[in-house]
């Protein structure tokens, strides 16, 4: 009897030693487990982290990808404005100097002008008149060397971008707005006015102006 009690009682102990060890298999099956979703979060998370980190990185190079774009764009209109204002500075700089030059060439114009047939004769006043007529001539071809063009707008229409009407007078041949005497010469630089040139402007003809008056009166 003492021996079925003893059987019984190791039974009793293997049986439990089963039940801890498939308890024990069963809380390692569920650590397990747990890792596993413990892990496969940490690494969806990671991938979700450096999704979002290939994002800004992308999204930060785009920025200065559009930032560099605006900087050369800006350096080429600078250097495009640049290019201009040199060039116009090449072309124009030197216009107050011109004007002054000018002043030079009509003195000497009006010195020649002023040689008449009487002193011609005179062989000291053919020299200097010869003389001054060899720098003018020079000088003027210096001005077309430099695109320089001279405004003797005789008889023509007047027109005050280039002209400049010093007095108005009526005319026996020349209708009103004709230019009927050139003052002082005006002169250009490639397209810019240097300095108008200075004239004197028909009123319109004689007989017009009488007829308009007798209308009026």
Do not use: C
């Not at 690494?43 to 930032?67: G, H, R, T, V």
């Not at 100097?97 to 002043?103: A, H, Q, S, T, V």
């Not at 400049?164 to 490639?190: C, K, N, R």
């Amino acid at each position: 009897m003492d021996q079925n009690k003893n059987t019984d009682k190791n039974e009793d102990s293997n049986n439990q030693v089963e039940d801890e060890n498939a308890t024990s298999v069963n809380n390692d099956d569920s650590q397990s487990n747990e890792g596993t979703s413990i892990d496969e979060k940490n690494s969806s998370k990671n991938e979700e982290d450096l999704d979002n980190d290939e994002s800004d990185a992308q999204d930060e190079i785009k920025d200065l990808k559009d930032q560099l774009l605006r900087t050369l764009a800006e350096n080429e209109n600078l250097r495009k404005r640049t290019a201009k204002e040199i060039d116009q500075i090449k072309k124009y700089g030197h216009i107050s100097l011109l004007r002054d030059f000018l002043n030079v060439v009509d003195n000497l114009e009006r010195a020649v002008k002023s040689v008449t047939s009487e002193n011609k004769s005179d062989l000291s006043t053919k020299n200097l008149r010869d003389g001054i007529e060899i720098v003018l001539k020079e000088m003027k071809s210096i001005l077309d060397k430099n695109q320089i063009k001279k405004i003797e707008p005789l008889h023509e229409k007047f027109d005050y971008n280039f002209h400049q009407a010093m007095f108005e007078a009526p005319s026996t041949e020349y209708d009103e707005g004709l230019i009927l005497e050139v003052v002082q010469p005006g002169y250009i630089l490639h397209d810019r006015l240097i300095r108008p040139a200075m004239v004197g402007v028909s009123k319109g003809k004689i007989e017009e102006i009488e007829k308009k008056e007798k209308k009026n009166e």
